[in-house]
T-cell receptor, first 112, second 113 residues
Framework: AQSVTQPDIHITVSEGASLELRCNYS??????LFWYVQSPGQGLQLLLK??????LVQGIKGFEAEFKRSQSSFNLRKPSVHWSDAAEYFC??????????FGTGTKLQVIP | DGGITQSPKYLFRKEGQNVTLSCEQN?????MYWYRQDPGQGLRLIYY???????QKGDIAEGYSVSREKKESFPLTVTSAQKNPTAFYLC????????????FGEGSRLTVL
């Protein structure tokens, strides 16, 4: 069965510092991978996605993620965090005819 | 503008009552999904539908029911059999068979009094 693990429940970073959110997945075939962001009480917005090709994908708001098949990972990164990046971030796997499975999320707090 | 509309945004229910959450999309997507979100548990799949008049149970379907009579609509009924219905419910859609992402509504928060 497919699954996603986000080991960090909560992360605090200073504004302007770099950020890396971890995501590990389990999937029986070539995975389709996603990162979403959610503000409190809102729906989810797609940051970026990976299906094939270049393992480093660029997304919106300056985010990027790297697919590492050998480590079953798809970590999200941003070189310099802004206060507006404070939100909850979800990694997800699945696509095509398969259901999409989400991780438990990582809450990001940004301090001045 | 195309998108997904969920209603109501907030809903209160007494124990023992059924309640139906609405989800409408004008994106012409074939597939629609219902997720439940609880703090610290991420999103869990309740039901999904890849085509009109067909739907499949997700991971936590007990106590819920759905219908898919129209491509645009995928209502979710939370029945009295659902033991812990208080949660945030999210509806999503995407093109069937496409590697594209899910598009989400703004969610409905159900509170059982």
């Amino acid at each position: 069965a497919q699954s996603v693990t986000q080991p960090d429940i909560h992360i605090t970073v200073s504004e302007g510092a770099s950020l890396e959110l971890r995501c590990n997945y389990s999937y029986g075939a070539t995975p389709y991978l996603f990162w979403y962001v959610q503000s409190p009480g809102q729906g989810l917005q797609l940051l970026l996605k990976y299906f094939s090709g270049d393992t480093l994908v660029q997304g919106i708001k300056g985010f990027e993620a790297e697919f590492k098949r050998s480590q079953s990972s798809f970590n999200l990164r941003k070189p310099s965090v802004h206060w507006s990046d404070a939100a909850e971030y979800f990694c997800a796997v699945g696509g095509g005819y398969q259901k999409v499975t989400f991780g438990t999320g990582t809450k990001l707090q940004v301090i001045p | 503008d195309g998108g997904i509309t969920q209603s109501p945004k907030y809903l209160f229910r007494k124990e023992g009552q059924n309640v139906t959450l609405s989800c409408e999309q004008n994106l012409n997507h074939d597939a629609m999904y219902w997720y439940r979100q609880d703090p610290g548990q991420g999103l869990r799949l309740i039901y999904y539908s890849q085509i009109v008049n067909d739907f499949q149970k997700g991971d936590i379907a007990e106590g819920y029911s759905v219908s898919r009579e129209k491509k645009e609509s995928f209502p979710l009924t939370v029945t009295s059999a659902q033991k812990n219905p208080t949660a945030f419910y999210l509806c999503a859609s995407r093109q069937k068979g496409n590697t594209g992402e899910l598009f989400f509504g703004e969610g409905s928060r159900l509170t059982v009094l």
